[in-house]
């Protein structure tokens, strides 16, 4: 029986991740929860899996968690422990009962959580990008030292997880990630600059949280998807395709040296890899639908357009360039698109705002979490700047 922590259970990878051990009670016990403020969507999860410890972002989401718990009549007695702020995070990642955590906090509010639990040797479902994205050396090195089984939930890098079981390392020569191509693949390059953030939302295949629907709009999500490959199985940018494929079933194919391609086939649904995160090297049962091979289809294939999503670039320019580039990257990113959100800024100010962020952020080495956590903050910091002195009401981000 695995033992779980799921950081971020209130969002779209968390409620996935309960519901596979809803189906499976035999074989996960939840041992903590943590999430940000959504105290409507926390209340239910405690009172159905009824996990020891409870661990929210601020002490307000505390209270109104107690007040939650008090009116839906559960005893006392068996309330979870409740908890806050950052170390609370830590504290549920690394507890001695634990022996997998599901990573799927949004943002670097993760990392820390993510990292400490690495350094306690634990298996990681790993969903939170910015853990690689900006700590990728740091944490690799530390999954190295202490023997952490960090295995992806992301479905293209769980899907390149599961092709690279055909053959030796040694033996790969590429790796290719396929993106659908977003809600904007057919949109004309000039129109994107006036496309709104409910297009922007309307995601083709895939339902997911705010930040990363916008980042798959802009294609950052897929170079946020390269960089976390390269550190997950040691490849160069080089070394790495992007393809288009809009129907989204081809999740990633691994290219070996004869020329022969394997690729990972499945439905849209995150049950599948969340559940592979948690049975490998084993599979079982998984409650997804089942690819119908008697009726006629059409899987399509083609290269991204690099002057229409210019963010798809400047992820590989920044993984070249190690160091920082890509945690301002991530930074700056989240700033724009939270900017683009609010309305604030337009869809192609996203790229620009960016790149503007990286160009004027003198990049440095990076050899612990605090330093992370620092060039993070400074370079949201200078991407606000940024966004304040463009846009002509005030900005609340
Ligand atoms: N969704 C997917 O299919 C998918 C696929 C691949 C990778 N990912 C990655 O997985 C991560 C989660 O994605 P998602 O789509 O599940 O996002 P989401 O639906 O927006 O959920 C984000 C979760 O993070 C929690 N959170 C935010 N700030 C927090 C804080 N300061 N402390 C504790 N918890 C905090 C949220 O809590 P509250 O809601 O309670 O505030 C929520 O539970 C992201 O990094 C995303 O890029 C997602």
Same mark, same amino acid.
Request: no cysteine; charged share 10%; proline share 25%.
């Given at each position: 029986m695995r033992t779980l922590t799921v950081l971020g259970s209130t969002g779209s990878i968390g409620t996935n991740t309960l519901d596979v051990v809803r189906r499976n009670r035999h074989l996960y016990r939840v041992y903590a929860l943590a999430a940000g403020r959504n105290v409507d969507v926390l209340l239910p999860q405690i009172l159905e899996f009824q996990p020891s410890v409870v661990a929210l972002a601020t002490s307000d989401g505390v209270r109104r968690l107690a007040e939650g718990l008090a009116a839906s009549g559960m005893p006392r007695s068996q309330w979870p422990e409740l908890l806050s702020g950052d170390a609370a995070r830590v504290q549920v990642s690394t507890a001695g009962e634990v022996d997998t955590v599901i990573s799927a906090i949004v943002g670097v509010a993760g990392l820390e959580a993510t990292y400490e639990a690495i350094r306690r040797g634990k298996r990681i479902g790993l969903a939170n990008k910015e853990v690689l994205v900006s700590g990728g050396k740091l944490v690799m090195e530390a999954v190295g030292e202490f023997g952490a089984e960090l295995v992806p939930v992301d479905s293209e890098h769980n899907g390149a997880h599961q092709c690279l079981r055909a053959g030796n390392r040694q033996e790969v020569a590429r790796l290719i990630l396929t993106a659908s191509?977003? +809600?904007?693949?057919?949109? +004309?390059k000039e129109a994107l600059a006036s496309v709104t953030p409910q297009q922007a939302l309307n995601h083709p295949t895939w339902r997911m949280g705010n930040r990363i629907t916008i980042d798959c709009a802009t294609l950052m999500n897929k170079g946020f998807e390269v960089i976390e490959a390269c550190w997950l199985f040691g490849f160069a940018p080089s070394e790495i395709d992007v393809v288009i494929h809009p129907q989204s079933t081809v999740h990633a194919m691994i290219e070996y040296s004869d020329g022969s391609v394997i690729a990972q086939i499945s439905a849209t649904d995150m049950r599948m890899p969340i559940q592979y995160a948690l049975t490998w090297p084993a599979r079982s049962e998984a409650p997804v639908p089942r690819i119908d091979w008697a009726e006629a289809r059409k899987w399509e294939f083609l290269p991204p357009d690099l002057d229409k999503f210019p963010l798809l670039r400047l992820a590989y320019q920044c993984q070249e360039a190690g160091g920082s580039a890509t945690c301002t990257l991530n930074a700056a990113d989240e700033i724009a698109v939270e900017a683009f959100l609010q309305g604030a800024i337009g869809f192609t100010s996203i790229y620009e705002i960016v790149s503007e962020t990286l160009a004027k952020m003198p990049p440095r080495s990076l050899h612990t979490i605090g330093g992370i956590l620092e060039m993070d903050r400074e370079s949201r910091m200078l991407a606000r700047n940024l966004i304040a002195a463009r846009a002509p009401g005030p900005v609340t981000v």
């Open positions: 191509g977003g +809600p904007f693949r057919n949109t +004309p």
